[in-house]
C-alpha cells in the first residue's frame, strides 16, 4: 500500500511538473550519453532525472544485473553515499531556526561528557643556539615550541562541520585511513558495518588540528557524520527517526530511507565494481549521516523541486541557506572554479555560461550517484547508477547541453517576437 502511496506522489508531483507526451526533457543527445556510459566498463543499470523549467522526466537504461534483466524506473532504489551529507546540513539549519544551537557555536558542550574533543592550539616557535659545535663546524641549533599564551584554543564548531572546514579526516580513524571509495574498486567490502556512534565518538581524541577550524576547505565524511549523530542525540532521537520526521515525510519522500523494508526489498538495486561484479551492500551506523541513505529518482527529483521552489516557509529558508557558498575549493578535481556550500559544492558551469551550479555526488561500493541544480534556469539533475563507475562527468555534460539548448530556444523564440513587432 505504501508503494502505491509512493507511485501516486510521484505521478502528482510529475503532472504538477507539466510532463505530457510531446515534451520529453531526454532528447537523443541525453540518450546518447546514456547509452555510451551502459555500454562500456561493464555498468549495468542507469537512472536519469531530470527538471527543466516546467517539464520532468525520469529514464532508465541498461538492466540491474545479470539475472534482473529490466531496467531501473522512477522507484528503483540505489545508495547514494555522500549525498546524504546534504540532508544532513538541512536538518543542522533547521535547528539554528528553532534555536537549539549558533552555527558558529562550539560543539564541544553537545558532546557526552566523557567525551574529548580537540581544539586548534596556536603555537610559537623560537629558534636557539647552544655551545659547542656539530661536526659540520656550526653552531648547534634547535627550534622550541610552546603553546601560544596570547591565543586561546580554537575550537570547531557546528559551522566547521557543516561547511567541511573542521579539520577532520574524510574517514574517521580506526576505520579507515584510505580512501574508501578506491579501496573497494577491488574489494567487496561492507567497510561502516561495524562503526558505530560510539566509536565514533571514542576516537575524537586521537585527531590533531594542523589549522585552525575554519580556515580551509577539506571535505570530511567524518565530520557530517559527527554532526548528524549530534543533533540526533540533542533531540533525543536516532539520527534516521529525526530524518523522516523533520524532512523525508514532509516532502513525501517515502522511498528514502536508511533501511530497507522488506516490502521494498525488490526494488533495491543489486551493485557493482568497476569491473560488473555484483557487490554487498554497505550497512552503516555511525556513518549514516554522512553516507547512508537509499533513495529513488523519483524521491531525488522531490528534494532538488524543493530546492529550486523556495518559499517563506522554515524548510525553504534552511534550503536556501544551506545552498549558499562559504568558502573557496581550490584545485578541485573538476577542473572548475568551485566553492564549497554547507554540504553542497557550487562550480561554475563552464566560462561559455558562467552559470553556478549547486551539486554534490556519492558513491559506495557498487553505487555512483549525482545530483545538481541551478535556481536561476529551473534546472535539475538525478543520476544514479548501480555499478561504480562515476557519473560525475556525464552529470555536468549534460548540464551543459541542457543551459545551451534553453539559450538557442530563447534566442529562437526571441527573433520570432522581434519578427512579429516589426511587421
Known sequence: MQQFWTVFLILIFLQGMGVATGQAVIDPSIDHMAKVYINKKKNRGLVIGIIQGDKVEIRGYGHLSKTQDYKPDANTLFEIGSM??????????????KGTFRLDQPIN??????IYMPAYQPFVCNIESSTGLTATGHDRIRMICEPDPFHLPVSVSFCDLASHTSGLPNTPRGLHAWNPLEWVGTHQKDPYHAFTREELYDNLYKYVLSLPPGSFFQYSDAGIALLGNLIADINKMSYRDLLKKNLLEKMGMYNTDIE?????APYFAVGHNKRGKATEHWHVKGMAPAAG???SAGDLLLWLKANLEIGEDDLSQ????????????PKHKTGRETMGAYGWFVSILSEESNLPINWINGGTGGFRSFMAFNRDRTIGIVILSNSANPVDKMGFKILEHL?????QKFVINQSVSDSLESG
Open 260 to 264: 530497507i523494508s522488506p516490502g521494498k
Open 318 to 329: 534552511a534550503l536556501a541557506q544551506v545552498q549558499q557558498p562559504r568558502i573557496d575549493v
Open 293 to 295: 541513505l537509499r533513495s
Open 403 to 407: 543551459v545551451k539548448a534553453g539559450a
Open 109 to 114: 558542550s553537545f558532546l557526552p561528557s566523557d
Open 84 to 97: 546524504t551529507g546534504v540532508f544532513t546540513t538541512t536538518l543542522t539549519m533547521l535547528e539554528t531556526q
